[in-house]
Nanobody, 115 residues
């Protein structure tokens, strides 16, 4: 059974930082492309960042220079370091594991950026 479990969300003031984690089980983790997506209030789910099996990262323009994604294959985990947070970063953040034709999602963790 595949499980992706996110953690680390919460309430933070603008300019603050959070670190999200996603623990994966039930998949051969190291060969999957992993990703973070988010869905803000009243918005569609959007890409935040991805990391390939060989560690190459890709970021949405809105988060470039502020967010850093990494993976630890030995721990079957990915991370998202979020700095200089803005109110528009508010949303539910989802972990994704993708390897054609498989596409798995976590339940999400809420991030709220507000003063």
């Amino acid at each position: 059974q595949v499980q992706l479990v996110e953690s680390g969300g919460g309430l933070v003031q603008p300019g603050g930082s959070l670190r999200l984690s996603c623990a994966a089980s039930g998949i051969y983790f190291s060969i999957y492309r992993m990703g973070w997506y988010r869905q803000g209030p009243g918005k569609q789910r959007e890409l935040v960042a991805t990391i390939s099996s060989d560690g190459r990262t890709n970021y949405a323009d809105a988060v470039k220079g502020r967010f850093t994604m990494s993976r630890a294959n030995a721990k079957n985990a990915i991370y998202l370091q979020m700095d200089s947070l803005k109110p528009e970063d508010t949303g539910v953040y989802y972990c994704n594991a993708w390897l054609v034709p498989r596409d798995y999602w976590g339940q999400g963790t809420q991030v709220t950026v507000s003063s």
